[in-house]
Nanobody
Framework: QVQLEESGGGLVQPGGPLRLSCEVD????????MGWYRRAPGKQRELVAR???????NYADSVKDRFTISRDNAKNTVYLQMNSLKPEDTGDYFC??????????????WGQGTQVTVSS
């Protein structure tokens, strides 16, 4: 079993920062790609940012230069630093991790989501 637990969501004013964390727990051999996705009210889930094990990143155009994804492989944790937040960043943010369990079975797991609300 692989479980992901997000934290750090909440209410923030436009222009403010927020940092999300996601810890991956379970019988894991290696975590390859990790990422953050979001689902805005009334919209489909979309990619926000992803990061490979060696630190290569890619971002949605809407968050480039404002958001930074990073990871701590020793802690099996991925972070999303969000700066200059806008109301359109409001939504449920989900963590995703892909890798291999100690049983040599691949996993592609999701967290339950954490809510981010950008409003004055």
């Amino acid at each position: 079993q692989v479980q992901l637990e997000e934290s750090g969501g909440g209410l923030v004013q436009p222009g403010g920062p927020l940092r999300l964390s996601c810890e991956v727990d379970g019988t894991i051999s290696i975590i390859n790609d990790m990422g953050w996705y979001r689902r805005a009210p009334g919209k489909q889930r979309e990619l926000v940012a992803r990061i490979t094990r060696d630190g290569s990143t890619n971002y949605a155009d809407s968050v480039k230069d404002r958001f930074t994804i990073s990871r701590d492989n020793a802690k099996n944790t991925v972070y999303l630093q969000m700066n200059s937040l806008k109301p359109e960043d409001t939504g449920d943010y989900f963590c995703n991790a892909q890798g291999i369990r100690t049983s040599f079975i691949r996993f592609d797991s999701w967290g339950q989501g954490t809510q981010v609300t950008v409003s004055s």
